[in-house]
């Protein structure tokens, strides 16, 4: 009897639930703080707030209240990528979502800010699990290298591209930030260059024929290990470039320079001290390193290292953002690295992943055609598209950051001479 009434009592407990989410969905709306937006739903058509912008959602499925209520960001990714509901613009629309709950953040953030010494204590409870690592990576980047190969430029930089000009081609932007990177280490055919993240091994290639430095380059991505060694051996490179299947944490020796590119958010909050000591202990005491880092802003991140969102529990599991901030003292106190330059190129990023969603798009069947789901389509696309809004709302950003080990100096100017 009890077998027969379940389905039943499952199916009232989640309509109150959805009601009750709906209830107070329309009640935040109503305060509404920029820009009106217009549900459409089962029960007709519903207008909240004034002026532009204005957006249409078409609620396809109620299941969207509880989890946008219930699980906020994480909700919002996954009622999308279950096709509960949709909109025209999604970008537009997540920056529309981002400036309407910034207030609410903001009231989180000091809380956050607040309960960190209590939060710290959770550290020695949280054990290294270098398998859990190794699965996390496995589950973003193995998912082929073909789809990526439609998706990224041909130099398969999967990190912010840096465009001199808006008319520059993806492939043209992503060398540019490949040079820069490049030229910041003052890289020559004397260094020999550690590369922690191979990716696709664009920038060990780049840097080992245009600078002709050595490149030893690690990853714990079988696919990526797979690409790299084989891109390596067909320009002729084996002399020069060395790529490994090995966590950085193995590493021994010392190098000249050492370079990261937005690999950092993939360690984990906790791991932060253990990776900026072990990049110090791996470069010689006059060198230097560069890191390619996305960053949340100072204020926000105690409250987002120690929460769930849409990007880490469906796209890089295990993943956080640090801040500067975070870095540099994390950087300072467990290390002799000075940081010595900054740049900001976090405006690039929107329209780097614009493009690559422009990639795709020229393929209609790019997810049939790899044994991607519907769903997979959708979720790939909030996340592109929810990531270019939190870039162009400067919600988060993305910085190149230059340290010198205490033994480097900046190369003396020329001085006139005087008769």
């Not at 739903?41 to 909240?48: L, T």
């Not at 710290?120 to 496995?138: E, G, H, M, P, S």
Request: aromatic letters at 10%; hydrophobic letters at 40%; proline letters at 3%.
């Amino acid at each position: 009897m009890t077998e027969m009434i379940a389905p039943h009592t499952t199916s009232v407990s989640r309509l109150r639930r959805s009601r009750w989410a709906e209830a107070v969905l329309r009640w935040l709306l109503r305060r509404l703080t920029y820009g009106s937006l217009t549900l459409v739903d089962h029960e007709g058509r519903h207008h909240f707030g004034k002026g532009l912008p204005h957006f249409e959602v078409t609620v396809s499925d109620t299941r969207a209240y509880s989890a946008l209520v219930r699980h906020g960001s994480v909700g919002y990714g996954e009622s999308y990528t279950e096709g509960w509901w949709d909109v025209a613009d999604l970008t537009a629309f997540t920056q529309f979502v981002i400036r309407n709950m910034d207030p609410v953040l903001h009231h989180l953030d000091i809380l956050a800010r607040r309960s960190a010494p209590l939060t710290a204590l959770t550290r020695r409870f949280q054990r290294v699990n270098r398998a859990r690592d190794k699965a996390n990576i496995t589950a973003h980047y193995d998912l082929g290298n073909a789809f990526y190969a439609l998706m990224l430029d041909p130099t398969m930089s999967y990190s912010c591209a840096f465009f001199n000009q808006p008319e520059v081609s993806l492939e043209e932007a992503s060398i540019a930030k490949l040079d820069m990177l490049c030229r910041k280490l003052d890289l020559g055919p004397a260094d020999h260059l550690l590369e922690i993240g191979t990716g696709w091994g664009g920038l060990a290639v780049y840097a080992a024929s245009t600078y002709g430095c050595r490149v030893t380059s690690v990853t714990i991505s079988d696919a990526q290990f797979a690409y790299a060694s084989a891109l390596v051996e067909e320009r002729g490179l084996d002399e020069l470039v060395s790529i490994r299947n090995q966590d950085y944490r193995d590493i021994q020796g010392t190098f000249d320079k050492l370079v990261s590119v937005e690999m950092v958010e993939a360690i984990g909050w906790r791991q932060l001290d253990t990776y900026f000591a072990k990049c110090a202990s791996l470069v010689k005491a006059d060198g230097l390193v560069a890191i390619q880092a996305i960053v949340i802003e100072d204020f926000s991140y105690e409250r987002t290292k120690n929460s769930q969102d849409f990007i880490k529990d469906l796209i890089f599991p295990g993943g956080f953002l640090p801040s500067l901030g975070a870095i540099v003292t994390s950087s300072s106190s467990v290390s002799d690295l000075r940081l010595i330059d900054v740049e900001d190129i976090g405006r690039h990023y929107a329209e780097t992943l614009r493009r690559w969603r422009a990639n795709l798009d020229q393929y209609p069947d790019a997810y049939e055609r790899f044994g991607l789901s519907p769903s997979f389509e959708r979720m790939w696309r909030m996340y592109l598209q929810y990531s270019e809004a939190a870039f162009l709302e400067r919600h988060i950003s993305d910085v190149q950051l230059i340290f010198a080990k205490r033994e480097w100096h900046s190369p003396l100017r020329a001085t006139a001479r005087h008769a």
